[in-house]
């Protein structure tokens, strides 16, 4: 199974600041139709998660443009500028390039 | 609007048996997989797999292999997940989520098993 590196495990931020989020895979993700997907999702506490990022950097339908995306092959980063309350909590990077389809650990943004 | 609505919560006791369901509305029900991820309290998301829902054609994760049945009621739009033979460590909150994308979720059901 592809593991899935998530880094820091938590991530102290201050409101208007900026959090970066690492994802690291144990093999490429880059599919053999030349796709790669990695996708992002944030979940605020008691609630469903919500994706944020699809296939590496594209912003899914009414997520701001504070959320940013990139990466390749095994390193990805998700970005969070001007960062504000409600997107406090846990995030997670799913690959599902190759199956079984595997999430990160998870990033808990929480304030400084 | 796309919604993905579950049943409530189960208590059960071991050994025992329970079905989940998951009721999809405000689009095509048979042009998007259903995915089955678990979270455990306090603890992250575990991926068990997927039904192809034009087919029918369950693929579960290798921990999801024994006990656990994923099925569909297309004129429902509707996708199951049957837990058998449960164990203490089954209780968790399970999601169904939508496509390749899993970008759209249902609100989860929280199970708990407990003699």
């Known amino acids: 199974d592809v593991v899935m590196t998530q880094t820091p495990v938590s991530l102290p931020v201050s409101l208007g600041g900026q959090a970066s989020i690492s994802c690291r895979s144990s093999?490429?993700?880059?599919?053999?139709?030349?796709?790669?997907?990695l996708h992002w999702y944030l979940q605020k506490p008691g609630q469903s998660p919500q994706l944020l990022i699809y296939?590496?950097?594209n912003r899914f339908s009414g997520v701001p443009d504070r959320f940013s995306g990139s990466g390749s092959g095994t390193d990805f980063t998700l970005k969070i500028s001007r960062v504000e309350p409600e997107d406090l909590g846990d995030y997670y990077c799913l690959q599902s390039t190759h199956f079984p389809y595997t999430f990160g650990a998870g990033t808990k943004l929480e304030l400084k | 609007q796309i919604q993905l609505v579950q049943s409530g919560p189960e208590l059960k006791k071991p050994g025992e048996s329970l079905k989940i369901s998951c009721k999809a509305s405000g689009y095509t029900f048979t042009d998007y997989a259903m995915q089955w991820v678990k979270q455990a309290p306090g603890k992250g998301l575990q991926y068990m797999g997927w039904i192809n829902t034009q087919t029918g054609k369950p693929t579960y994760a290798d921990d999801f292999k024994e006990r656990f049945v994923f099925s569909l009621e297309t004129s429902a739009s509707t996708a199951y997940l049957q837990i058998n033979n449960l164990k203490n460590e089954d209780t968790a909150t399970y999601f169904c989520a939508r496509g390749t994308l899993f970008a759209y979720w249902g609100q989860g059901t929280l199970v708990t098993v407990s003699s």
């Open positions: 296939r590496v950097s």
């Open positions: 093999q490429s993700l880059v599919h053999s139709n030349g796709n790669t997907y």
